[in-house]
């Protein structure tokens, strides 16, 4: 139990709160469940709270005790019940950089021993497996052999001049599978030099952040540079907005990083990918991660946009300001309804558009949005950014 899981950053941001409330307004937990104590600015108070009582100073004045250990599990449940959106930190005035705290918060609530069960779960999956499914490792490249017509090295050389790093939900998910499965053909008929790492390849941290497990990252971290030092590539591609993230903002820059929409516009452009007319509204789902974390709003509709046939439509609330899907955070490991409520209020405001498919550039978007629109049965296609350029690809 410690104050050093924060910056000076951190602890004089905090102080910079003027309780505004504007954090809690838009914060798709809070809408979602009515309860206030998820927002953030309930957070900041919680914690600073919890800092002050621990320093030997204050106690010793005003004979503050720390939090007991029912009222560390309370708070420490509302920290958990959060999608890391971003939407508190884009919005407040002050500045403060709300994502960085609410990870060094978990990382402190991890050391003060007070988390979910949930969370020893996560750990485990990846010390024995290397992803965050406690799958065989060996196997993360398995669905080349659902592909119609893969070559026969699967994706799998020795040396290329990108790797595809594809990430744990579109290695194992079914779901999400067909999205390694779109982006390995595309990059193929567009005649792009790339790999895969297969079981080489282990996560690439972001749960552990997520999970305030930061402490494990370093290992994985270096055997994910050397394994694609091995492959000699010059570039390092992702579909995963998540990883994408960890390895332009955690790993030294030693490689290009680019996100799959970047790519894929460029070959677009250069009239790589040979395209045919689509006849579909679709409407566009910013990732929090790819759009309020990276910024990347304008090639995905670009990408879009270049699509023959496709009728495009903006979501009321997009760009910066779009709503979580719910699936972020580890949420859905954490409190599933919760999740899934956040999902339905997605799903209402694409419906609200009138398009018959919402495209997204995530995975992890996917899978919640799907697993949504498929348990209540809602006329919606759910489709990746790749698996639109897909069907639409000339064979
Ligand atoms: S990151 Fe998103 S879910 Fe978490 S507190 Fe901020 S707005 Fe709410
Ligand atoms: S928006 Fe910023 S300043 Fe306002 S209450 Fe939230 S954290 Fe504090």
Known sequence: MSNR???????????????????????????????????????????????????????????????????????????????????????????IHLKDLWLSLRQDLVHSKSYPKKIEMIRDNLEESRNVFAEDNEERADWVEDMRDAPEHGYLKDKAEIVYFTGCVA???PLAQKIPMALAEILDVSGVDFTLMGE?????????????????????????????????????????????????????????????????????QDKKVPLQELPLKVTYHDPCDLGRGARVFDEPRQVIRSIPGVEFVELPQNREDCQCCGGGGNLEM????????????????????????????CQQCVRTMMTYV??????????????????????
């Open 374 to 395: 498929r348990r209540n049965k809602v006329p919606l296609d759910v489709l990746d950014i790749t698996q639109l350029i897909h069907r639409a690809l000339k064979h």
């Open 334 to 361: 954490i409190d599933a309804n919760l999740s899934a409520e956040i999902a339905k209020r997605k799903i209402e405001e694409v419906l609200s558009t009138g398009a018959e498919a919402v495209v997204t550039s």
């Open 5 to 95: 899981d924060y910056s000076v950053r951190q602890i004089l941001e905090m102080e910079a709160c003027t309780n505004c409330q504007v954090c809690a307004d838009v914060c798709p937990a809070v809408s979602a469940s009515h309860d206030g104590e998820l927002s953030g600015v309930f957070r900041i108070k919680g914690l600073k709270q919890i800092l002050k009582s621990r320093t030997g100073l204050f106690r010793r004045l005003f004979g503050k005790k720390g939090p007991t250990e029912e009222q560390w599990k309370h708070y420490s449940d509302t920290v958990f019940r959060c999608t890391l959106c971003g939407n508190c930190q884009e919005i407040c005035p002050v500045g």
């Open 200 to 268: 080489d390849e282990w996560c690439c941290g972001f749960p552990m952040l997520g999970a305030g497990l930061k402490d494990m990252f370093q290992e994985f971290m270096d055997h994910n540079l050397e394994a694609v030092s091995e492959k000699r590539a010059r570039e390092v591609v992702f579909a995963c907005p998540s990883c994408y993230q960890m390895w332009r903002e955690y790993y030294p820059h030693k490689y290009q990083i680019t996100h799959a929409t970047q790519f894929l516009i460029k070959l677009i």
């Open 171 to 173: 290695s194992y998910f």
